[in-house]
């Protein structure tokens, strides 16, 4: 942390900041200029309430120099971190793309299994779905719950394709564990602190969307939630976020794909679906997104789109989802080798 004085700040007032920097247990540096004295703090400052510092008389500016998250920082850990799900599937490295394919919601057991079936033969390893749904209005569909979850773990065990579903509250986290392969958060509740701390004691992989507001350090903070309670099996998704565009249901922030990438070692996918809201825009984004370095490209995917109970307008149908795949991989060849 680098904190500097007001120019013309007295004496006094800098010795009280050395002073509370001394008793927070870090070691100032203090550099006095004839104008301006800057104090630099050695330790780690990541425990320091530094808005105390920048309300201390005197202080004009207090900055960082550590990133607030530890854990899931690139800095805590070299390599990239592989999320194992067992069979064969893993996600994130130069493991292959991971393809997540499904409806948005989960409206009936035949719509489930017709949908793993095309997917699993099409080369998706997850099948997504939404049992509990966070729907904009109280009047919309709001998913079948537990017995959606059902339906999923047959659809699951039938193909052999992994679950991944959204968890809405702590309350079902434990009901819901026997389900699924991997919870996922939704952009919603991704700072839902007690959900990511509840997920952090499971040992099941956590697919974290990026919420439709979150900073960057907002975003790796939610996972370092999730770490720190001891759950690394940690997949961040960007699934685009709020901006002035108008065009398109959310704008994909394609460049949080390689900065991930350099700050963290976790594995990132992207959500072309929610991050357009138009099947139009799926395959280009989609591909766009694996030539940024994504890990992973989840889609939502229904026979007949015209009929599906919510996100029917940005739902690809199966013969679409060929021609997407066939982009993803041609993309993914040339990218990671
Ligand atoms: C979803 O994937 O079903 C979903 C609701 O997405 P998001 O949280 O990104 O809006
Ligand atoms: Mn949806």
Known sequence: MIICMKQGAPRTQADHVIKAVEDAGLEPAPLFGTERTVIA?????????????????????????LRPYQLVSRESHQGDTI?????????????????????????????????????????????RGGAFKPRTGPYSFQGHGEEALKWMKKAGEKTGLKVVTEVLD????????DYIDMYQVGARNMQNFELLKALGRKD??????????????????AAEYIAKEGNSKIVLC?????????????????????WVKKMSH???????????????????????????????????????????????????K????????????????VVRK
Not at 43 to 60: C, H, I, P, S
Request: glycine share 10%; aromatic share 6%.
């Open 238 to 258: 960007e699934r685009g976020i709020r901006t002035f565009c108008g065009y398109s249901r959310n704008t994909i922030d394609i460049n949080v794909i390689p």
């Open 83 to 127: 999320v194992d799900f067992g069979n064969g599937v893993k996600i994130g490295g130069k493991e292959d793309i991971a393809i997540m394919a499904g409806p948005c919601s989960v409206e009936t057991e035949e719509l489930i299994m017709d949908v793993a079936e095309h997917v699993k033969q099409k080369g998706a390893q997850f099948l």
């Open 204 to 221: 099941k992989p956590v697919l974290l969307k990026r919420g439709m507001s979150a900073k960057f350090n907002e975003f790796l903070l």
């Open 41 to 65: 703090v050695l330790g780690d400052e990541r425990e320091l309430d530094m808005k105390k510092f920048k309300a201390m008389e005197g202080v004009e500016n207090v900055m960082p120099v």
């Open 318 to 333: 199966y013969d679409t989802l060929d021609t997407v795949l066939d982009g993803i991989h041609k993309i993914a060849e």
């Open 266 to 316: 976790l594995p990132i996918i992207l959500d072309p679906s929610h991050g357009t809201g138009s099947y139009e825009m799926v395959q280009p984004i989609a591909m766009a997104g694996v030539a940024a370095g994504a890990d992973g490209i989840m889609m939502e995917v229904h026979p007949r789109p015209e009929q599906a109970w919510s996100d029917g307008d940005q739902s690809i």
């Open 170 to 177: 702590t309350q079902h986290v434990d009901m819901m564990y």
